[in-house]
């Protein structure tokens, strides 16, 4: 209900009657209340059953003009001076208060200074934002669940707080009765026994917890969500054509990182046009067209490699019960793909799951990517096999601590240290899928290495993980030239860590921790790149040539 100008008030008639006598204030004003509702706005009647206009319409006034009896003046809140004023109306002289006139009052009345002001546009729009935000959790239904789930046989609750981004769930706080995942089971049954699929149960760390468990471990509590708020929605229409087009880009990419393999055999004006600054006239492109089907073996490799990564995501989540998306490939024309982003589709069952589904795409497209490397480097070794061969400048193999050691120990001393190296194609679809896989693994956001991080080590340790990852990329220690584009895209597309699991409690066991201790230091080897005095040392590319 909006405010409106004081001339609006003309005739206004103030009638209070007193009640008998007896009964506390806050019965009588029930009474008043109850009685006077016909001439309240429609905010007023609705403001009982709205907990949010109880607190924070304290400055509000309401009018409502009926007829020619007049309007009724009502402020709403609960302060000490709106009681006194009510009582000193309802105990005054009822007799002086039929006499009164309906004539014009000596002070208009309008909004009253004490308290902050809303505008009808303020009002409508706190309403919106409470009809179009997430459905909360309903009230009976928590009552219900505190009497049929919680007790002294499982989690004693001792008090509740708001659950969930916008405060739309519950979060129950007590004492744990029993072994966590047992009485977790047993409530999660239950739950589905009260209230059907209506709800999710989460079991979650206690916030600002002080101490352990008595029992080991983290003090624990339980929060609750509707399924439709907890759960991710499904694919629509419009991803699926996204998904569509990032395919057909990353297909392209891979063919142009095919066909600048072969640089040293491209027609010189093409080269001379995207390597000299200065090259204005663009070339006939028609002239590439002889090397696309060179370039398709390589594409083939790197395009496999993502394939077989992504693959590898929905073979660990299948027997888990995890939902995933369709992936959407991301394009580059450096390394062909810079991989995919592949969403969960369905809530984690537990921190288990979470690593190993994030870990088994790297895992597999890196044990792809480093086959295809090795079997290159040993066909490249082999004298028999030099017209499969390319040429590449041998400062490609500084990009690399790792690799760039492996294929010095493989190709040798003489063939490293020179201006160009001739290395079978193979070898670069496994040396762009290793890097790439390296990327994705860091532990950062949403990828797959802070997704697996987050699953070992909770949230707070992916923070701290996180940043120092984006100072080494911001600086160029990781990644060298790709460090910043690769920046760049996690802050937009993955930086939000992923949500907890429904047991976002329970530990992943030492192996996978350290599983993926030895993943992460594999992932800093690879990124890493040669400085010019250990390659030079090393005999990794001809540092004089540069």
């Not at 067209?289 to 594409?299: I, Q, R």
């Not at 060298?480 to 584009?485: H, K, M, T």
Request: charged share 20%; glycine share 10%.
């Amino acid at each position: 209900m909006g405010t409106l100008p004081s001339s609006s008030f003309l005739n206004l008639n103030f009638r209070f009657r007193p009640l008998p006598a007896g009964g506390s204030f806050r019965e009588r004003n029930s009474a008043i209340l109850q009685r006077n509702s016909r001439n309240l706005c429609f905010l007023c009647k609705e403001r009982p059953e709205i907990s949010m206009f109880r607190r924070r319409f304290d400055g509000l006034r309401c009018f409502s003009i009926n007829g020619n009896e007049g309007g009724e003046e009502r402020r709403t809140g609960t302060s000490s001076n709106a009681a006194e004023e009510v009582e000193k109306r309802v105990g005054g002289d009822d007799a002086r208060s039929e006499q009164t006139p309906a004539s014009v009052s000596s002070r208009a009345p309008g909004i009253s200074s004490e308290g902050p002001l809303y505008s009808s546009f303020q009002v409508d729009s706190i309403k919106l934002m409470e009809l179009l935000g997430p459905e909360k959790v309903d009230p009976s239904d928590v009552k219900l669940i505190k009497e049929k789930l919680f007790g002294y046989s499982t989690f004693w609750v001792t008090r509740e707080e708001p659950f969930g981004d916008l405060g739309e769930g519950i979060l129950f706080l007590g004492n744990l009765r029993g072994k966590r995942e047992d009485v977790f089971s047993k409530l999660q049954r239950q739950l589905r026994e009260v209230t059907g699929d209506k709800y999710n149960l989460f079991m979650v760390e206690e916030p600002n917890s002080e101490g352990t468990d008595p029992r080991g471990g983290p003090r624990v509590s339980f929060g609750l969500l509707r399924k439709e708020v907890s759960e991710p929605g499904p694919t629509t229409l419009w991803q699926y054509v996204i998904s569509i087009l990032l395919f057909v880009l990353t297909i392209g990419s891979c063919v142009e990182l095919g066909i600048a393999s072969q640089i040293k055999s491209l027609p010189p004006e093409v080269v001379k046009y995207f390597t000299d600054p200065n090259a204005t006239e663009p070339p006939d492109m028609q002239l590439l067209l002889p090397f696309v089907e060179s370039a398709l073996p390589l594409a083939y490799g790197v395009l496999g490699v993502q394939l077989f990564h992504e693959v590898g995501h929905f073979l660990a989540a299948f027997p888990r019960k995890v939902k995933l998306s369709i992936p959407y490939f991301i394009p580059n024309i450096t390394l062909g793909s810079f991989g995919a982003i592949t969403q969960f589709k369905s809530i984690l069952p537990d921190r288990r799951a979470m690593v190993d589904v994030s870990m088994a795409g790297p895992l597999a497209g890196a044990a792809l990517s480093f086959s295809m490397f090795i079997v290159g480097l040993l066909l490249s070794s082999n004298p028999t096999g030099t017209g499969d061969l390319v040429q590449v400048p041998s400062m490609l193999f500084q990009g690399s601590l790792l690799l760039g050691l492996i294929s010095r120990a493989t190709l040798g001393y003489t063939a490293m240290h020179a201006a160009t190296v001739s290395i079978h194609p193979l070898v670069i679809a496994g040396w762009c899928g290793l890097t790439t896989t390296a990327f994705n693994m860091l532990p950062v956001g949403c990828l797959d290495g802070g997704r697996a991080l987050q699953g070992a080590f909770g949230k707070d340790a992916l923070v701290g993980f996180g940043l120092t990852t984006y100072c080494l990329l911001g600086l160029g220690v990781l990644g060298g030239p790709l460090s910043l584009p690769w920046g760049l895209y996690v802050l937009i597309c993955q930086r939000s860590p992923e949500k907890p699991c429904l047991n976002d409690v329970s530990e992943v066991g030492t192996w996978r921790r350290t599983s993926l201790i030895f993943a992460v230091f594999l992932v800093v080897l690879t990124l890493l790149p040669l400085w010019d005095e250990l390659a030079e040392e090393l005999g990794v590319g001809l540092v004089s040539t540069f």
